[in-house]
C-alpha cells in the first residue's frame, strides 16, 4: 500500500493544490496532505483554519487525510508511513527550489523519494501569495479558490 504525504503551507488551499490531491488520490493508495505549522513565511491562516480548510475541499476523497506538522518533513513522512513525497512543479522558476528541497531531503533521509505532478496548465500561475495579494486590495480572487475557501478569505480581509 502506497502512501504519499504531500506537504505545504496551504495558506490558504488554492485550486492549484486541489488538483494535485486529486490526482494524487488516484495514483496512490492514500494521499496524507501535510501542512507546516511552524512556518517562516507568518501564514495569514492559523493552522487549525489551514487544516479545516483543506478538510473541508477534501472531503469527498476517501484517501485523503489531513494532518499538521512540526520540524523536518522527512521526520513527519517517517511519523506517518509515508513512502514518498509528492510536489507539484508549476514553471521551471520552481524547479531549483524544488530540487534543493528533494535533495536536501534525500541525503537526510535515504529513503524517502520526491515525485512530482506537472501542475494543471489551468493553474500554472496560481500561487497562495498572489491570491493573498488580491484579496488584499478586494480583488475578484473567485477564480482561484474554491468558493468556500474565498469565502473565508474574504472574512479574513474584512478584519484586517
Ligand atoms: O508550500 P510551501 O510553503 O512551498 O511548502 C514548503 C514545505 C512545507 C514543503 C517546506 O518548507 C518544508 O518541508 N518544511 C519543513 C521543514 C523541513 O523539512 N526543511 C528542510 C527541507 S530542505
Known amino acids: 500500500m502506497a502512501t504519499a504525504v504531500y506537504p505545504g503551507s496551504f495558506d490558504p488551499v488554492t485550486l492549484g493544490h486541489q488538483d494535485i490531491i486529486e490526482r494524487s488520490s488516484k495514483i496512490m493508495d492514500k494521499v496524507i496532505v501535510g501542512v507546516l505549522k511552524n512556518n517562516s513565511k507568518s501564514p495569514l491562516f492559523s493552522v487549525e483554519e489551514r487544516v479545516n480548510m483543506l478538510m473541508s475541499v477534501t472531503g469527498h476523497l476517501p484517501n ?4 499538521s506538522f512540526d520540524g523536518l518533513l522527512v521526520d513527519f513522512v517517517r511519523q506517518c508511513g509515508g513512502d514518498v513525497i509528492v510536489r507539484g512543479l508549476r ?6 527550489y524544488e530540487l534543493q528541497l528533494s535533495q536536501t531531503n534525500r541525503v537526510i533521509a535515504p529513503n524517502v523519494d520526491t515525485i512530482f505532478l506537472t501542475t494543471n496548465l489551468k493553474y500554472s500561475y496560481l500561487s497562495s501569495s498572489i491570491v493573498k495579494e488580491i484579496a488584499m486590495y478586494h480583488g475578484d480572487i473567485s477564480a482561484f479558490l474554491h468558493p468556500e475557501i474565498a469565502a473565508k478569505m474574504r472574512e479574513k480581509m474584512d478584519h484586517f
Open 64 to 67: 485523503v487525510e489531513v494532518q
Open 91 to 96: 514553471a521551471i522558476t520552481d524547479f531549483e
